[in-house]
């Protein structure tokens, strides 16, 4: 046990002299590498003992002092050119504005926007009031006259094309058709409104319900859209007027137009051609007895010559429609050479009944109950005329010579380029209430 005892204490010495030995290695190794070179120290020891060393730290500080003060001066010299160019920048601002103040007479409130939008609301509505939306505004001669354009969802008619071109536009210029599907969008959007009648329930309207519109653009205003859907009945029509003054569409009026009990006087001057006649009284038959109904024809016959004729064509027609009595009622004789405008006149003064809605048409003239009912929409005594752009045919005779037999006339009615053109200079066919004609005549 002695032996082992011993033993026991040799081993811990020597492994206490050997953890020594490894300390003072590794002290020795640190203070080695934590220990700066002579060559680091020998710059310190001249700058803080040698006789140079204070002159050295104030060079230094003058150095470093000289470079902020011309740091700052720059940055002064930055900061008065920054403020003479905003100066310049609002003096530039101040002149725009007071060059171009809004158009109701001040300058828009950057920290009102309520004021804003009321100010933009009544500029808006100024437009509507200046683009003859609400009244009419008196023009120097007829050529100061901006037209209206007609279209449908698939067609676009136009005047500007004269005779170089179809008016009938196909295919329609993309800003167009979008700017027209737009307008027909807020059309069925304003339609489809909660009505103010409560729970009243409503015809949902649909694209399908669109049956044309017109418009037209004035250039310092903006354009006028005049849209016509189907209405609930038979008989009425939805008619709304909508407004852009080069910004968001305004719904200017939406209300009902009762076509059911618009009558419309026909108004035929004549002399001789009753062959033609004959086949205008079978189109009249057709369209305004059998579909339409609501037609009342005045014939003004110039001379004696066939005129025996043209009443047995009338008498015949009475004969086999027993409502043609309700219709045709006047058949005016004036013994004079044939006057157009002379025979207008009288018939339309004829009429003894309430304001009617006069067509001026002639004899070879043929339409349809469609037309009719534009003829209606776009008339309004004391504010619209109509004036429809008339295709004339050119003779059959010609156009299928090549064939053994000249086709039915309702197989003519192709409108195309061989077969006729627009007669958009002539205006002879018209739509007005009769207090129009006799106060403007």
Known sequence: ARMVRRGLLAWVSRLVVLLVLVCCMVSLLYMLACTPRADDWQPLLLRAS???????????????????????????????????????RSEQLKIVQDRYKDPLGGIFDQDSPEKNQADLQEFLHSQVDKAEVHAGVKMPTEYAVVPFESFTLQKVYQLEMGLTRHPEEKPVRKDKRDELVEAVQVALETLNSPSDEGNKKQRIHAAS?????????????????????????????????????????????????NTANMLINIIVPLAKRADKFHQFMQNFREVCIQQDGRIYLTVVYF?????????????????????????????????????????????????????????????????????????????????KVFYPVLFSQYNPAIIYGHRDAIPHVQQQLIIKKDTGFWRDFGFGMTCQYRSDFINIG
Not at 75 to 85: G, W, Y
Not at 231 to 249: A, I, M, Q, S, Y
């Open 50 to 88: 040698g006789p140079t060393g204070k002159d050295g730290y104030q060079a230094i500080l003058q150095e470093q002092e000289e470079q902020h003060r011309n740091y700052i001066n720059s940055l002064k010299k930055q900061i008065a050119q920054l403020k003479d160019e905003l100066q310049e």
């Open 209 to 257: 319900d669109f049956i044309e519109g017109i418009y037209r653009t004035e250039k310092d205003k903006g354009t006028v859209y005049e849209l016509t859907f189907k209405g609930d009945k038979t008989h009425e029509f939805k008619h709304l007027v909508l407004f852009r003054p080069f910004g968001p569409l305004m719904k200017v009026k939406n209300e009902n137009i």
């Open 303 to 383: 001379g004696k010559e066939q005129m025996n004729e043209v009443k047995a064509i009338l008498e015949k027609t009475s004969k086999k429609n027993i409502l043609l009595d309700h219709f045709v009622q006047r058949f005016a004789n004036i013994n004079i050479k044939m006057k157009r405008g002379r025979g207008l006149d009288v018939g339309a003064r004829a009429w003894k009944g309430n304001n009617v809605l006069l067509f001026f048409c002639d004899v070879d003239i043929y339409f349809t109950a469609d037309f009719l009912n534009t003829c209606r929409l776009n008339s309004q005594p004391g504010k």
